[in-house]
């Protein structure tokens, strides 16, 4: 099963199982490229937050007309930040942003409670690593990793580049099927 991709400067699918990093500088707008990502070719869709909380993830669903239907969300920062939050059948919860094991539970009753075509966004390992750690954010990601492979879904990992050491970004890239470079101009590009 093969899963299209309508992002600028590359491949017009990929392969279920998939794991899709996106570079970006730390102010780089994302969210034309994530909702794209989101938008095509899905029957349901995880947006793991730990950048932003729900409701900012479903104004820019809203904004980017991203059919909300098909969403659950995946808040990380609701709790910690003491905000109201109500869980819902589509909105969940974690403590906070390095509550790496609940994010990684969260997406696997995602994946086992759904059927089709399903992607997942984290947004992202930056906010991941800086919380909790870089070693323990690169084994929430291999253990996300393995779950898309397990579940025949996709994923498009966020990280901000020029937040972390050169070698733990390469590292990052060695995990990943597939790069997309944002750059400060907003210019796309992919290695696959």
Same mark, same amino acid.
């Given at each position: 099963?093969?899963?299209?991709l309508?992002?600028?400067?590359? $491949? %017009?699918?990929?392969?279920?199982?998939?794991?899709v990093?996106?570079?970006?500088?730390?102010?780089?707008?994302?969210?034309?490229?994530?909702? @794209?990502?989101?938008?095509? %070719?899905?029957?349901?869709?995880?947006?793991?937050?730990?950048?932003?909380?729900?409701?900012?993830?479903?104004q820019?669903?809203?904004?980017?007309?991203?059919?909300?239907?098909?969403?659950?969300?995946?808040?990380?920062?609701?709790?910690?930040?003491?905000?109201?939050?109500?869980?819902?059948? %589509? =909105?969940?919860?974690?403590?906070s $942003?390095?509550? *790496?094991?609940?994010? =990684?539970?969260?997406?696997?009753?995602?994946?086992? +409670?759904? @059927?089709?075509?399903?992607?997942?966004?984290? %947004?992202?390992?930056? #906010?991941?690593?800086?919380?909790?750690? #870089?070693?323990?954010?690169?084994?929430?990601?291999?253990? *996300?990793?393995a779950?898309?492979? #397990?579940?025949?879904? =996709?994923?498009?990992?966020?990280?901000?580049?020029?937040?972390?050491?050169?070698?733990? =970004? +390469?590292?990052?890239? #060695?995990?990943?099927?597939?790069?997309?470079? *944002?750059?400060?101009?907003d210019?796309?590009?992919?290695?696959f």
């Amino acid at each position: 099963m093969d899963y299209a991709l309508t992002i600028e400067n590359t $491949p %017009d699918s990929i392969p279920a199982g998939t794991g899709v990093l996106l570079c970006h500088p730390s102010t780089g707008e994302t969210d034309r490229i994530d909702t @794209d990502f989101l938008s095509t %070719d899905t029957d349901r869709f995880l947006v793991i937050s730990t950048r932003t909380t729900a409701r900012e993830v479903e104004q820019k669903l809203e904004h980017y007309a991203v059919d909300r239907s098909k969403a659950t969300i995946l808040d990380a920062l609701s709790v910690e930040r003491g905000y109201s939050r109500r869980s819902g059948n %589509d =909105v969940h919860y974690v403590a906070s $942003p390095d509550d *790496l094991d609940g994010i =990684v539970e969260s997406t696997r009753e995602f994946l086992d +409670s759904t @059927d089709g075509k399903r992607r997942v966004s984290v %947004d992202s390992i930056t #906010e991941m690593a800086y919380y909790a750690d #870089e070693e323990r954010a690169r084994e929430a990601v291999e253990a *996300l990793l393995a779950l898309l492979e #397990e579940h025949d879904a =996709v994923g498009l990992f966020h990280l901000a580049e020029e937040v972390h050491e050169e070698s733990v =970004v +390469s590292g990052y890239h #060695e995990l990943f099927e597939g790069v997309i470079t *944002l750059d400060p101009d907003d210019d796309v590009t992919g290695e696959f």
